[in-house]
């Protein structure tokens, strides 16, 4: 699932003498200037062997590369390309060239064959998109590379269907170098907003949006997906802007939970002072930034571990960053500097997302003015000579027999079907992480907190208590959640943790209306959540509203629930829950359970419970123990 | 104001030739810079210079080349400087008003000057010797003013295919400069590259990128850039007061193109005001002008040469009725073209 640790099938390419394509240009430039007018053959000597063994290196990354190029075809609407990124048929492509298209399109790649493939997740604002060729479980694929290590002047090329050439399936390659990077390309007359960028003078044309743009050795570090023409027509003048491949990760969980997911807004707006500074020139009091402390005119120093010098680059990492995350934001007042943890808003309604995707006020209706002075979608029209007819109604064609069963249209999503894929999919690996015989009784979890004060927690099917030198605290776990908000202070803890339980003994579907959001990168040890530079470890994210309160539960890879989130109300604080895992396994192991667990709410944190010990008692047939209303079994509580 | 020598110590100007010399012919001696090295260096010394425009067609950014530490800018000269706040913008993010030395209207070719001590210079060495078509370069510019602030502006790649005299009269954008360029296979001139830096792949000045060139025919754009002891010779003579004429002025000349009356080149200090051609459709068409007309005055204003016929429709104002008298076939004919654009507007 994460590229980060998916499969190393490609080491051996990988591996291969990455050298020589900036020693191929230094030696070529020798060659030039040392003995002009003509070098080389005409003068009897044969090119070094080093320039020759880099040649060879170069054509075979670029075979390779060609391999995982996707090209689309859209029918009527047009087409692209795209790039594979996984064996089992992911592809990414530009939400711009799969808008046209609807559910189904064909996909072609180098080997000749023509697949079938589905739309699986859409970001309109960031002009991407996933599909899903189905065929094979071993198609060739492209790492994506961490594009924050790409620098101007890298070697890197194209591989697309521009003008959608390649009939053949066979991809276009063109190379070019790296001419900026953090570039920030606001919309222009559509939402498509591009930010911290990859600028490129590899030749990208129309037909190429969706593709990949590849680095030296043949890995992922940008989709291309627009270029700056302004007055020569609809063609390449050497400015081609290419999305990160490390913003493209940071919504690739969400994309293939069949999302149509949105970018991120920090309720408020920076400007630049006229000393240089970058300030807050406006704050929405009901922002997150807001209660966290920020406000107007601090200085913003840094957002989610990156500087922050001037409004563009406030904007590059603002537009990389899905909602929902929490990412650190550290700013200056009075020369006092103040690090918080702020969770960031959605930037759209989601009718308003519905409508873009729809084609209802979206990009192909905002067209830009013509002599507009922005940067445009290469890939949003159709090449001159393929004009569409007029858009058809938009009755869906049936799918294709090989795509039966693959899509569910629902509100909110671009593909529900894969919504459940992954939520099934993270239920399988909580489950196998959890031996807990089932059905089971009551938890009993006994420690100590940081001044060493014993707490003791029980969780029943029915009722949930904690002991805390404070006093006892207990909630109805099978009634409503949100009337309690206990322990006070907590944001709603017992309520957390009576979700935890059912979450590892019943999985998502015991949770009611549960999904799939997508990924967040995995909590350090201090508990903040930074984008770091190197490329990150990620968590998936479940959804549930139970009870009347709304729960997100942070899963690890291998099933491990590192935390919850848990709000008792839409506009309350919520309870934050963050557990800890002993390496060698630790108290709970035998049932996969944490070490220990911190709990924040608002801007306090309500403590750290180490565990001792934990008793999962099986189900009695008459009673729990602890509870009054004894109510056996489980999943109490449990919708569908 | 400054000396000619200020930028271009003879002694390092020999040097680097020297050692240059040795590299060609010793073949690389230790590992030669990376591309991004390369161009991390010499980016420092290229500035993004904003003026005069925001309106259609005309740009009010382009690039410049910092060519001494003491603040001299080399830049085209451009509409881009008819504006009394001339910024440069350096590759850390610091901002300079800057003030218009001089221009070298044969080159179209401009300095300016920033105050600053010890700045990241792009030196101007006059002799080295023009590089070779095959050669591979690099172009750093301020393209479509996509780099802002400390951003550093954009590098791309390219070879030089060509070194020709510039041939851009007959149906193009004038071109004034008759001298040779430097013709490269890769596009590097777009909005607001102008003025940019072309480098060798050892880092050093080679060229600056030209104006737009396009032609009307062919609709084709040229991508070039002049060589440079061309660009030192524009330097040293405008640092020294020996640039020939004066600078365009704010907005006191008006470019008779955009009434669709196309004239000669402007070879010569007073060249008589030929109509080439008149451009389908203009006002100019319309009020029935033609090839080898020659006008002789603007709104009853004698005008003796081109430049006469640029500050006569200059000194109009916007909207303001154009009467040109025109001699052809040796009688007198009056053409009105109606009311005369903004200077700025698109034709």
């Known amino acids: ?640 | 104001m400054s000396d000619t020598i200020q930028g271009r110590p003879a002694g390092g100007a020999g040097a680097l030739l020297a050692l240059a010399l040795t590299l060609a012919l010793a073949g690389p001696v230790s590992r030669a810079a990376t591309p991004g090295e390369t161009i991390a260096g010499a980016a420092r010394g290229v500035v993004k210079v904003y003026g005069a425009g925001g309106v259609r067609g005309l740009e009010a950014y382009q690039t410049g080349i910092l060519v001494t530490p003491a603040g001299h800018v080399v830049t085209v000269l451009s509409t881009v400087l008819d504006s009394d706040t001339i910024d440069c913008v350096l590759d850390d993010g610091r901002r300079y008003p800057a003030r218009l030395v001089g221009a070298d209207p044969a080159r179209e070719l401009a300095v300016l000057a920033i105050e600053g001590e010890d700045l990241p210079a792009l030196p101007l060495v006059a002799d080295l010797p023009r590089v070779a078509p095959g050669t591979r370069v690099l172009a750093l510019s301020n393209l479509f003013g996509v780099a802002v602030g400390d951003e550093r502006v954009s590098a791309q790649h390219g070879v030089v295919s060509a070194v020709v005299p510039l041939e851009a009269r007959r149906g193009s954008y004038e071109a004034p400069y008759r001298g040779t360029v430097y013709l490269l296979d890769c596009t590097t001139n777009n909005p607001g590259s102008p003025g940019g830096a072309l480098i060798d792949f050892r880092g050093r000045l080679v060229g600056v990128l030209g104006k737009e060139l396009r032609a009307s025919a062919s609709g084709v754009w040229l991508n070039y850039a002049l060589p440079i002891d061309e660009v030192a010779k524009a330097y040293d003579d405008i640092v020294a007061g020996r640039a020939s004429a004066p600078v365009a002025g704010g907005g006191t000349r008006f470019d008779p193109s955009l009434l669709g009356v196309l004239l000669v080149p402007d070879l010569l200090d007073r060249t008589p005001p030929f109509l080439e051609a008149t451009r389908a459709g203009s006002a100019a068409a319309a009020a029935g002008l033609r090839a080898d007309d020659l006008l002789v005055a603007v709104n009853g204003r004698t005008v003796p040469s081109r430049r006469a016929v640029e500050e006569a429709l200059g000194a109009l104002a916007t909207g303001d009725p154009v009467r040109l008298t025109v001699v052809r076939g040796g009688a007198i004919v009056e053409c009105d073209l109606g009311p005369r654009p903004a200077a700025g507007e698109a034709p």
Not at chain 1, 162 to 177: E, K, R
Not at chain 1, 184 to 191: D, L, N, R
Not at chain 1, 264 to 270: E, K, S, W
């Open chain 1, 1 to 640: 699932m994460q590229p980060a640790t998916a499969s190393r099938r490609r080491c051996d390419w990988r591996s291969a003498r990455a050298v020589p394509w900036p020693a191929l240009v230094a030696v070529v430039v020798a060659t030039a200037t040392a003995s002009r007018p003509a070098a080389g053959a005409e003068a009897g000597t044969a090119p070094p062997d080093s320039v020759l063994a880099a040649e060879r290196d170069r054509v075979a990354v670029m075979a390779r590369a060609s391999g995982a190029a996707v090209a689309i075809f859209a029918g009527d609407a047009g087409g692209g390309s795209g790039v594979l990124v996984s064996p089992d048929g992911y592809a990414l492509t530009n939400f711009h060239v799969v808008q046209p298209a609807g559910v189904a399109m064909k996909c072609g790649l180098s080997d000749g064959r023509l697949y079938d493939a589905v739309l699986v997740g859409l970001d309109p604002t960031g002009d991407l998109a996933l599909v899903k060729l189905v065929g094979r479980d071993d198609f060739p694929w492209a790492e994506l590379a961490d594009s924050d290590t790409v620098a101007v002047g890298d070697p890197c090329f194209a591989a697309g269907n521009p003008f959608l050439l390649a009939t053949d399936f066979q991809p276009s390659v063109s190379a070019g170098i790296v001419s900026g990077v953090h570039r920030y390309q606001g919309p222009a007359g559509t939402i498509l907003e591009y930010a911290d960028c990859i600028q490129v003078d590899a030749a990208i044309n129309p037909g190429n949006s969706g593709g990949a743009l590849f680095d030296a050795r043949g890995a992922v570090i940008g989709i291309n997906g627009r270029a700056s023409f302004e007055k020569r027509g609809r063609v390449n003048v050497g400015v081609g802007y290419a999305i990160s491949s490390n913003q493209a990760r940071h919504f690739l969980g969400a994309l293939k939970g069949g999302r149509i997911v949105d970018h991120a807004t920090l309720g408020a707006t920076v400007a630049t002072a006229s000393d240089g500074r970058v300030v807050v020139s406006d704050i929405l009091e009901s922002s997150d930034a807001y209660r966290r402390g920020l406000r107007y005119d601090d200085e913003v120093v840094a957002l989610a571990g990156r500087p922050v010098r001037t409004v563009n680059a406030f904007k590059n990492v603002l537009g990389t960053l899905p909602s929902g995350w929490r990412v650190p934001l550290v700013y200056r007042r009075g020369g006092q500097r103040h690090e918080i943890l702020v969770r960031l808003a959605a930037v759209h309604a989601p009718a308003e997302l519905e409508a873009i995707v729809s084609g209802e006020g979206g990009p192909r209706q905002r067209r830009r003015t013509p002599g507009s002075r922005r940067p445009q979608a290469p890939g949003d029209e159709p090449p001159p000579d393929e004009a569409p007819a007029a858009p058809a109604a938009r009755e869906p064609p049936p799918l294709p027999d090989a795509l039966r069963g693959l899509h569910e249209a629902r509100p909110g999503f671009a593909n529900f079907h894969f919504n459940l894929v992954e939520r099934d999919r993270v239920a399988a690996a909580i489950a196998a992480r959890h031996p807990v015989e089932r059905p089971a009784g009551t938890w009993r979890v006994v420690g100590r907190l940081t001044d060493k004060e014993a707490f003791r927690i029980e969780l029943a099917p029915a009722r949930a208590s904690i002991d805390l030198p404070t006093g006892t605290s207990a909630i109805d776990a099978a009634g409503e959640l949100d009337a309690n908000p206990a322990p006070p202070g907590s944001g709603g803890l017992l309520a957390a943790l009576v979700l935890w339980r059912r979450l590892i003994l019943d999985g998502p579907r015991s949770l009611g209306r549960t999904t799939y959001l997508g990924t967040v990168p995995a909590a350090t040890a201090a508990g903040a959540e930074p984008a770091g530079t190197a490329i990150p470890v990620y968590d998936d994210v479940l959804d549930a509203a139970v009870g009347g309160v709304e729960a997100r539960f942070i899963v690890a890879a291998d099933g491990a629930v590192t935390g919850i989130d848990l709000w008792t109300a839409p506009d309350a604080e919520p309870c934050e829950v963050r557990f800890a895992y002993a390496a060698d396994g630790g108290v709970g192991d035998a049932v996969g359970l944490p070490r220990s667990f911190t709990v924040r709410h608002a801007d306090a944190a309500f403590g750290t419970f180490t565990i001792d010990e934990v008793v999962v008692e099986p189900a009695t047939e008459n009673a729990d123990s602890t509870g009054p209303a004894a109510t056996a079994g489980d999943g109490a509580g449990a919708e569908r």
